[in-house]
């Protein structure tokens, strides 16, 4: 499988850990395969609208909501704060890069608070805790600070194959030299409903074809390639189209999709650019 | 993104709490469901869901509308968190097969939205499409797809549990997920940009 193929277990989590962190080393090269992970993400995000409703208690939640929301921390564009603490990798799920680990990242400000709070009037044993809460304080920031001297060095990190990706993906460094690499090979499915002879077209890594072109969709069977319909890819190479397939009775094992002027061609005049046979 | 959850996430930025309880009523449903689903369990799923949310009042600053929608990010963090809690429990079989089980159908029908109307006609039609969208699944497709969304399983997992070849699950998942993007592409492209 590519790691385009990879790309929806990766989203849901499902990659086994070797495999979950070659896919993210993978991810920070290349700015396509980062954009199919945004894509699915939405797409599995739209998943949990298949889990059934349950009646609640709005009020109440939204008491407590307000209650954690007044004694919530701000983050206020503090990124180096978080950067040592996110690097649990987790369930192969990176919500947005810069915010991952939920959880993870509240020791800090809350050890903070902590020590704020407990003042000076208190017993032999409890400066005891406020000494503790202050080395924990001193360790996250020199985690902090290391993580921050990690982050300055976006080359030699990438290099490691372990680095994680709330690392390798921090805000700052995101596609400093990450988008120089190749783009990876476009890939295409068809879903070719022969009852209904209509074919749904989906394109990713596609890039747009220049104004005046388009892509076409051919049918490949024993004589001549059978003209399909046209279509174009968005700027983030993806494309989806609904299509007619050949006319009833024209048989045909694979498809192919070429670059053709606008409004199509009767016979392909372009190469190939990618092919496959039906029926996987 | 759509411009309702933009706004949210503006006054959010700005300190404005009222905007906490508009971007509960748009989402709480849907993640609440979500997290319930995963955990089986209201208590738990509740604090899921206001751990997530108070953390989208303290990371506003670093939502990147560019990287993806409001509720992807919201989704995505409920059900990391979810799944934490689920493995740190040690149920993650038997809920598993629950999820297995489960389906997509039981209260589909009927979102159970917050106070405002306009994400309760939104989401209820979304929710029409998502069900039939996972309906039409293969099965086994669904399957191995339900498995690892609501049960943090892997791929190997799912095939160990299965009894079935590694190369077929990864197949189904991968199969699965591209016709759920198919068919649910309008519903996160006309909400975008």
Same mark, same amino acid.
């Given at each position: ?280 | ?5 933009? $706004? ?7 300190? $404005? ?11 709480? $449903? ?53 799944? $934490? ?109």
């Amino acid at each position: 499988m590519s790691d385009m193929d990879r790309a929806a277990a990766y989203v849901l989590g499902a990659l086994d850990a070797d495999e979950a962190r070659a896919f993210e080393a993978e991810l920070a090269r290349s700015e396509a395969l980062r954009r199919e992970v945004d894509e699915l993400r939405e797409v599995t995000a739209l998943l949990a609208l298949g889990a059934p409703s349950l009646p609640r208690d709005d009020e109440r939640l939204k008491a407590r909501l307000l209650e954690r929301v007044r004694s919530a921390p701000r983050a206020a564009g503090d990124e180096s704060r978080h950067v040592g603490a996110s690097a649990r990798p987790e369930s192969g799920v990176a919500p947005q890069r810069d915010s991952r680990a939920p959880g993870a990242r509240a020791p800090a400000p809350r050890a903070r608070d902590a020590v704020r709070k407990l003042g000076w009037a208190l017993a032999a044993a409890a400066l005891v805790g406020v000494a503790l809460q202050e080395a924990r304080v001193r360790h996250l920031a020199r985690q902090v600070a290391t993580a921050e001297q990690r982050r300055d060095s976006v080359a030699a990190r990438l290099a490691e194959r372990d680095t994680t990706l709330g690392q390798i993906l921090a805000p700052s460094t995101t596609l400093i030299q990450l988008t120089a690499t190749g783009q990876p090979a476009p890939g295409v499915q068809l879903f070719w409903n022969a009852a209904s002879r209509r074919v749904v077209l989906h394109a990713y890594g596609l890039p747009p074809a220049p104004t005046g072109r388009v892509y076409q969709l051919w049918f490949l069977g024993a004589g001549a390639p059978i003209p399909g319909g046209t279509f174009n890819s968005e700027s983030n190479g993806s494309a989806v189209a609904t299509m007619d397939g050949p006319p009833s009775g024209a048989a045909f094992t694979g498809a192919a999709i070429t670059q053709e002027p606008a409004g199509g061609s009767s016979a392909p005049t372009s190469p190939i650019i990618v092919a496959g046979t039906l029926g996987e | 993104m759509s411009s309702a959850d933009g $706004d949210l996430i503006a006054r959010i930025r700005d300190g $404005d709490e009222t905007a906490m309880t508009d971007l509960y009523d748009r989402h709480a $449903d849907l993640l609440l469901a979500l997290a319930y689903r995963v955990l089986g369990d209201r208590a738990d799923a509740e604090d899921v869901v206001l751990e997530v949310l108070e953390r989208a009042w303290r990371d506003a600053s670093r939502f990147d509308e560019r990287r993806g929608s409001v509720r992807a990010w919201l989704v995505t963090m409920v059900r990391s968190r979810a799944l $934490d809690t689920l493995r740190a429990r040690g149920r993650q079989v038997r809920l598993a097969e629950s999820a297995a089980r489960g389906g997509v159908d039981a209260g589909a029908d009927e979102p159970m939205t917050g106070d405002d109307p306009a994400a309760r006609a939104e989401w209820g039609d979304d929710r029409r499409v998502v069900t039939a969208a996972l309906r039409e699944l293969p099965p086994a497709q669904r399957e191995a797809i339900e498995l690892a969304y609501y049960g943090g399983l892997s791929q190997s997992e799912i095939a160990a549990r299965l009894g079935a070849p590694l190369g077929t699950v990864k197949t189904r998942i991968r199969d699965g997920m591209q016709k759920l993007r198919v068919a649910l592409h309008p519903l996160y492209v006309e909400r975008r940009a």
